[in-house]
């Protein structure tokens, strides 16, 4: 390839800042096509956006001989679907996180695209960032000596316009794979596994305790690494607003990092040496530094650190932490 030309299935809300406008502000790459159901929508997507052209079909989309590489960007129910169609086509796949509704059709998705020798590519586009590769490099370099554990805790307040009868599809598990553990923690679980390989062993708890939706709205889990770190997560998004929290701890033998993983870019070090407080900024467009990984990854020219292999990872961890629906 000399040059990748996009083309996104779904065009919604992620795509209109996060990652849409990234495509063409990165060289050698270029958003030529996108796609949503509701046509009018597509196309004002395209005229806002200047994109060339627009459909309300994705089959049309993914054949269309000018798309070289495809973006998916519907919630997880249709990830699977999508992504056998655009590997059948023979062109890269880029698929929003979570990577599906389960562990399985992760496995199904990978499959698929090693058939047919194309490479598959997850939004967890955290592991681009300036910010995360910061704390990675804090790890790795012994800034905190060996480390010993990981706290995760997230907590949200309800939102207070649920409306029983249109649920967001985000805590609609038939469509999302399970409620917002599995919108959020993906990420943060994802990032453990960047900064400390793999998660070996895992185990979990969860329950509806508000009853707002039908997916779980508490999740515990336990979990472990091959180097002997141990680690634990509390995610819970029914408490009051002055309870709100979103805090991951890093401790080693000789400090300790927190940093957060949605609210805040700053990335607090603590050390025999003192207290040291680092802001790196999130880029415009947070999906870009990931993108611009893919397309030289895709142009020959480097690699790109989230792949179908390391997202189905984090799905098989929310699988066992929360025992859904995980098929081997």
Same mark, same amino acid.
């Given at each position: 390839?000399?040059?990748?030309?996009?083309?996104?299935?779904?065009?919604?809300?992620?795509?209109?800042? =996060?990652?849409?406008?990234? $495509?063409?502000?990165?060289?050698?790459?270029?958003?030529?096509?996108?796609?949503?159901?509701?046509?009018?929508?597509?196309?004002?997507?395209?005229?806002?956006?200047?994109?060339?052209?627009?459909?309300?079909?994705?089959?049309?989309?993914?054949?269309?001989?000018?798309?070289?590489?495809?973006?998916?960007?519907?919630?997880?129910? %249709?990830? #699977?679907?999508?992504?056998?169609?655009?590997?059948?086509?023979?062109?890269?796949?880029?698929?929003?996180? /979570?990577?599906?509704?389960?562990?399985?059709? &992760?496995?199904?998705?990978?499959?698929?695209?090693?058939?047919?020798?194309? /490479?598959? $590519?997850?939004?967890?586009?955290?592991?681009?960032?300036?910010?995360?590769?910061?704390? =990675?490099? #804090?790890?790795?370099?012994?800034?905190?000596? @060996?480390?010993?554990?990981?706290?995760?805790?997230?907590?949200?307040?309800? =939102?207070?316009?649920?409306?029983?009868?249109?649920?967001?599809?985000?805590?609609?598990?038939?469509?999302?794979?399970?409620?917002?553990?599995?919108?959020?923690?993906?990420?943060? #679980?994802?990032?453990?596994?960047?900064? $400390?390989?793999?998660?070996?062993?895992?185990?979990?708890?969860?329950?509806?305790? @508000?009853?707002?939706? /039908?997916?779980?709205?508490?999740?515990?889990?336990?979990?472990? $690494?091959?180097?002997?770190?141990?680690?634990?997560?509390?995610?819970?998004?029914?408490?009051?607003?002055?309870?709100?929290?979103?805090?991951?701890?890093?401790?080693?033998?000789?400090?300790?990092?927190?940093?957060?993983?949605?609210?805040?870019?700053?990335?607090?070090?603590?050390?025999?040496?003192?207290?040291?407080?680092?802001?790196?900024?999130?880029?415009?467009?947070?999906?870009?530094?990931?993108?611009?990984?893919?397309?030289?990854?895709?142009?020959?020219?480097?690699? &790109? /650190?989230?792949?179908?292999? %390391?997202?189905?990872?984090?799905?098989?961890?929310?699988?066992?932490?929360?025992?859904?629906?995980?098929?081997?």
């Amino acid at each position: 390839m000399q040059e990748i030309r996009w083309g996104i299935i779904g065009c919604g809300d992620v795509t209109e800042k =996060k990652s849409g406008p990234a $495509f063409s502000k990165i060289p050698q790459s270029r958003l030529v096509a996108v796609m949503r159901r509701d046509a009018a929508k597509a196309a004002d997507y395209a005229r806002r956006h200047q994109v060339p052209r627009w459909y309300a079909n994705a089959d049309e989309l993914i054949n269309d001989p000018e798309v070289n590489a495809v973006y998916i960007a519907t919630p997880p129910g %249709s990830h #699977l679907e999508y992504t056998l169609k655009v590997a059948a086509a023979g062109k890269p796949v880029y698929v929003e996180k /979570p990577m599906a509704l389960n562990y399985d059709q &992760c496995r199904q998705m990978i499959d698929a695209c090693a058939q047919v020798r194309v /490479p598959l $590519f997850v939004a967890y586009y955290r592991r681009g960032q300036a910010i995360f590769r910061k704390v =990675k490099e #804090l790890v790795t370099t012994g800034a905190i000596g @060996a480390v010993r554990l990981v706290n995760i805790r997230l907590y949200h307040p309800p =939102k207070p316009d649920l409306d029983a009868n249109e649920l967001p599809w985000r805590v609609q598990p038939e469509i999302s794979g399970g409620g917002l553990f599995f919108d959020l923690a993906s990420h943060q #679980l994802d990032l453990m596994d960047f900064f $400390f390989g793999p998660i070996t062993q895992v185990q979990g708890l969860k329950a509806n305790q @508000a009853g707002l939706y /039908p997916a779980e709205d508490i999740v515990t889990a336990n979990f472990s $690494f091959a180097s002997g770190v141990q680690g634990s997560g509390l995610w819970c998004f029914t408490v009051a607003e002055s309870a709100r929290t979103d805090q991951t701890e890093i401790i080693g033998s000789t400090g300790r990092i927190t940093y957060s993983t949605f609210d805040s870019d700053i990335i607090t070090l603590e050390t025999a040496a003192g207290k040291q407080e680092m802001q790196i900024p999130y880029p415009e467009h947070v999906q870009q530094p990931l993108i611009q990984e893919m397309v030289a990854e895709l142009l020959g020219q480097g690699t &790109c /650190p989230s792949t179908g292999e %390391s997202a189905a990872r984090t799905a098989q961890v929310m699988d066992k932490i929360t025992a859904t629906r995980e098929k081997h």
